[in-house]
């Protein structure tokens, strides 16, 4: 069985610009959720998409956004890119309380 | 007091060695607690999962809950080089599809197993 997939694998940007990350779920999970992993933070919840629809947000700024499509792939985009937004941003998906990492894109903000 | 600790490192053992990695966490509405592991540059592989205070044992690796004083712990027996990664623990309220559904992290602790 295929695990969660994330493109592309690093991503360069210069501030002001945006980013969009994909993620591609285990089949049959309908849960995706993104985090973002930055240099001495740790791991930080960012957003949960379940049936296509928006369910929580973590404390960043509206900037962050995203959407589940009907195949419960979904897609991070992140506007007006700042120099502290470089980090690694890990989508997972899951079945109850188990979540599965992909391997993460890596954003470098120049 | 942020709502999970976890012990800093670096922490650096000689192969074979008994490995104690902890957390502690301020919330009891933690139900389910999670340990991953993630080697570099690669994304957090679950290890072990338990939603109940006791011990859960999956080969070299043990699991430890204690509710009642809000730690978790995870064992790692006969050390191996293979082990060396950063060791997350992570923390749910649980209920499936709640709102709350989202895994609060420990910072991790990196792990060197010498030869």
């Known amino acids: 069985e295929a695990g969660v997939t994330q493109s592309p694998t690093h991503l360069i940007k210069t501030r002001g610009q945006q980013a969009t990350l994909r993620c591609s779920p285990i089949s049959g999970h309908t849960s995706v959720y993104w985090y973002q992993q930055a240099l001495g933070l740790g791991l930080q919840f960012l957003l949960w998409?379940?049936?296509?629809?928006?369910?929580n947000r973590g404390n960043f700024p509206p900037r962050f956004s995203g959407r589940q499509f009907p195949n419960y792939s979904s897609e991070l985009n992140v506007n007006a890119l700042e120099l502290e937004d470089s980090a690694l941003y890990l989508c997972a998906s899951s079945v109850w309380e188990t979540q599965y990492f992909g391997p993460g894109t890596r954003l470098l903000v120049l | 007091q942020k709502e999970v600790e976890q012990d800093p490192g670096p922490l650096s053992v000689p192969e074979g060695a008994i490995v104690s990695l902890n957390c502690t966490y301020s919330n009891s509405a933690f139900q389910y607690f999670m340990w991953y592991r993630q080697y570099s540059r690669k994304g957090p592989e679950l290890l072990m999962y338990t939603y109940s205070s006791g011990n859960k044992e999956d080969g070299r690796f043990t699991a430890q809950v204690d509710k009642s004083s809000k730690y978790i712990s995870l064992f790692i027996r006969d050390s191996q080089p293979s082990d060396s990664a950063t060791y997350l623990c992570?923390?749910?309220f649980g209920g499936g599809s709640g709102a709350n559904s989202k895994l609060t992290f420990g910072k991790g602790i990196t792990l060197s197993v010498r030869p």
């Open positions: 992570a923390m749910d």
């Open positions: 998409y379940d049936e296509g629809e928006e369910r």
